[in-house]
């Protein structure tokens, strides 16, 4: 799911246009989540994929697979609009951050890492990403939200998004 500046700014002009009392703006919002949104950056689309993007629906599925080293992860994958044209080269710095949806705990802390960009056309791939779970059992059968920022290297915009997902076994691994 993406959710973009509509959230932030869309939902609280309705409300106040409909409600007889002011609202307050959603992106005064305390939540971690909401508060990540509220960025002035562009938006990008999350999904899951090893080498490839592959779109997950609000609520789906993105699974946990068992890597050889014993620990275990989850690939996230980013799609988003960019000038090929303005791109110095075809790297970026990814941030990620997940949430456990239910309470906002954070699941990873704000990590980052360089990644590649696959670009074509006006849009750019960044498959691949690994969320390391290292404690299956905290997050299987659980929503999350998975936050991340790309930047690419001397771009000037860095888009970001989520994604609310619930994490599963992957059929081809067995827990």
């Known amino acids: 799911m993406v959710r973009g500046a509509a959230r932030c700014s869309g939902v609280a002009a309705c409300l106040a246009a409909c409600a007889p009392e002011p609202v307050p703006d959603a992106c005064d919002d305390p939540d ?6 509220c960025a002035d950056d ?3 689309e999350l999904g899951t994929g090893e ?6 629906d609000d609520g789906g599925t993105v699974w946990l697979i068992k890597g050889p080293q014993g620990l ?5 994958a980013a799609r988003f609009d960019v000038d090929p044209d303005a791109l110095v080269v075809e790297r970026a710095m990814a941030t990620m ?12 802390a704000e990590t ?4 590649g960009l696959f670009v074509e056309g006006t849009t750019a791939t960044v498959p691949g ?4 779970v290292e404690a299956p059992d905290a997050v299987v059968d659980t929503e999350v939200v998975v936050g991340l920022v790309v930047a690419p290297v001397g771009y000037g915009v860095a888009p970001r998004g989520v994604l609310d997902a619930v994490v599963q076994w992957s059929p081809d691994t067995p827990p």
């Open 32 to 37: 971690v989540v909401q508060a990540f949104l």
């Open 42 to 44: 562009a938006r990008l």
């Open 51 to 56: 080498t490839t993007f592959t779109e997950v």
């Open 72 to 76: 275990q992860h989850v690939y996230v």
């Open 97 to 108: 951050t997940v949430w456990r949806a239910a309470d906002g705990a954070e699941l990873l």
């Open 112 to 115: 980052s890492f360089g990644v």
């Open 129 to 132: 990403m690994r969320w390391v």
